[in-house]
């Protein structure tokens, strides 16, 4: 359990004030990386407390820039650099384990969440609203074009989704319903989604990944 930045009470899940003493916390960020600010202010601003948003590297294996909120500790990202920043936080993971990713999404679930529909800090288009991934108990606000906005609390979610092996069971899921339409293309697009989402794994994956498809319909 997160602990208070200033009297060190605990916090509960995706909580940031302490109930303590009244702190605002950077639940995210905060012992997690050792990041540092580029620009205290951006061209782009917060879609709840509307003011700029700072510049702040993560230093993740060289240059690592995302977009951050010094009031409500939210986190915008560039297409494509949350599965980069989770990749690099989270490894070695190779079992899925159900009940742990039960209680993490009972733990986190917040029922008197007034959701709402929030705009791109970029476009100020209205943002969708979509499951980050299988189970994962994590509803992103996205903008196609410009990338991907996180409350504060809900990187740390999909941080701990990722450990229980939530990743693993969303890969599979989509593997499956490709396997049950029997649809080469979807199984492929996956197979190149994850190529990038995991750092351009061998040509050969995809060529392996065919032969287990024709096995499985023609056996």
Not at 11 to 37: E, F, M, Q, W
Not at 48 to 55: A, D, N, R, T, W
Not at 85 to 98: A, G, Y
Not at 172 to 199: P, V
Request: aromatic share 10%; net charge negative.
């Amino acid at each position: 359990m997160a602990k208070c930045n200033s009297c060190s009470a605990p916090l509960p899940a995706n909580n940031n004030k302490c109930v303590y003493c009244g702190t605002r916390n950077d639940v995210d960020l905060h012992s997690k990386y050792d990041y540092s600010i580029i620009h205290k202010e951006s061209d782009r601003l917060c879609p709840y407390c509307e003011k700029p948003l700072q510049i702040i590297d993560l230093n993740l294996n060289g240059s690592f820039q995302v977009e951050r909120c010094a009031d409500c500790f939210g986190l915008f990202f560039d297409p494509g650099k949350v599965e980069t920043l989770l990749e690099n936080s989270v490894s070695n993971v190779f079992n899925s384990n159900w009940q742990q990713l039960d209680m993490i999404n009972n733990d986190r679930f917040q029922g008197n969440k007034n959701e709402k529909y929030i705009k791109c800090p970029a476009c100020h288009a209205f943002m969708g609203r979509v499951n980050f991934g299988y189970r994962s108990g994590v509803v992103i606000d996205r903008c196609t074009s410009h990338g991907i906005w996180l409350d504060n609390g809900e990187l740390t979610h999909l941080m701990e989704w990722k450990k229980a092996g939530g990743q693993l069971l969303h890969d599979r899921e989509k593997q499956a319903e490709a396997l049950k339409k029997n649809d080469f293309g979807s199984i492929l697009d996956h197979k190149r989604t994850q190529t990038d989402y995991f750092g351009n794994a061998p040509e050969s994956e995809l060529i392996d990944t065919v032969a287990s498809v024709i096995a499985k319909i023609f056996n």
